[in-house]
Nanobody, 124 residues
Framework: VQLQASGGGSAQAGGSLRLSCAASGRTFRRAAVAWFRRAPGMERSFVAAINRSGGIIYSDSVKGRFTMSRDNTWNTVYLQMNSLRPEDTAIYYC???????????????????WGLGTLVTVSS
């Protein structure tokens, strides 16, 4: 499966952006899908994920501001990012794997398939 992340760009603090992650070669049906991000000088970290049963979890840093969803064809997932902060500046990656279970859905090492990142820059 190939993943293509898009939608990154620049925004002012308090603004919004919507990221998309499109799958080709296979859909997201029966697979977990997650967003991770790497801020400048930081390790890549978990942002949000949809597990195989459809449940969605968020990191504490984005809870209440970001919303993850998927389309009905299971080909695309989205990350709606509202109330953006400068600390949200990062390269955002989507990842998927059908073997991910609920207990490791936030773990980078659980995902075998990654897209190239999309850069989000938030200015104050």
């Amino acid at each position: 499966v190939q993943l293509q992340a898009s939608g990154g760009g620049s925004a002012q603090a308090g603004g919004s952006l919507r990221l998309s992650c499109a799958a080709s070669g296979r859909t997201f049906r029966r697979a977990a899908v997650a967003w991770f991000r790497r801020a400048p000088g930081m390790e890549r970290s978990f942002v949000a994920a949809i597990n195989r049963s459809g449940g969605i979890i968020y990191s504490d840093s984005v809870k209440g501001r970001f919303t993850m969803s998927r389309d009905n064809t299971w080909n695309t997932v989205y990350l709606q990012m509202n109330s953006l902060r400068p600390e949200d500046t990062a390269i955002y990656y989507c990842a998927t794997d059908s073997s991910v279970i609920a207990s490791n859905v936030a773990s980078q090492s659980a995902y075998a398939y990654w897209g190239l990142g999309t850069l989000v820059t938030v200015s104050s």
